[in-house]
């Protein structure tokens, strides 16, 4: 599978639509404790990890975790879509201060994937218009990613990409 070595400091932001498997992927390569998910900070200030009215209160939240996390120069993955430039920008500035290295990894399964896994939760009950919006906003930005500031992309483009990658870390 794809070989992703990010260095031991680095701040790695996973990029992708719902249903894109970040959480998943979060989950399956990082310490429960290195990573900082949108969704958590959501329901740990407003209950409701749905709740669209604490976004802001949430990521000040998430960027809060993510500067003290850096100050101690640990490692510390950003699990939220992260799809728009502008969305990166504030986290790749706080990178920066800390002389953190930043590192994208794009989850891009295809929107039918996005769609199809989306139907079936829970947890995410909105139209086929939001991943489709979250996609085209995602590959508007792909080529930008380096200009932002990010030193190392990795774009995985399809399940198997996904499912057979390998993170390991450099000293
Ligand atoms: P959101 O942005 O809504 O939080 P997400 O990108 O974090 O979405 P996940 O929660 O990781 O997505 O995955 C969505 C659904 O797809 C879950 O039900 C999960 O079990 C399933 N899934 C995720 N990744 C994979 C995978 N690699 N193979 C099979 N199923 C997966
Ligand atoms: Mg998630």
């Known amino acids: 599978g794809r070989k992703i070595a990010v260095p031991e ?6 990029i992708g639509a719902s249903g894109s498997g970040k959480s998943t992927f979060a989950r399956r390569h990082f310490r429960q404790t290195e990573v900082v998910s949108s969704d958590t900070c959501r329901g740990l200030v407003a209950d409701d990890e749905n709740d669209q009215a604490a976004t802001p209160d949430a990521f000040a939240l998430l960027q809060t975790i993510l500067e003290l ?3 101690g120069r640990r490692l510390v993955v950003v699990d939220a879509t992260n799809v728009r430039p502008e969305d990166r920008r504030k986290l790749v ?3 920066r201060r800390f002389h953190a290295l930043s590192v994208a990894i794009v989850l891009d399964p295809g929107e039918d994937v996005c769609r199809n896994r989306n139907a079936g939760r829970q947890d995410r009950a909105f139209g086929p218009h939001v991943v489709r919006n979250q996609m085209a906003a995602l590959r508007r930005g792909l080529r930008g990613l380096a200009r932002e500031g990010f030193r190392q992309v990795h774009h995985l483009t399809s399940v198997d990409e996904i499912d057979s990658a390998e993170v390991s870390r450099q000293r």
């Open 9 to 14: 400091f680095s701040m790695i932001v996973l």
């Open 69 to 71: 996390r850096l100050k």
């Open 93 to 95: 500035e706080i990178a």
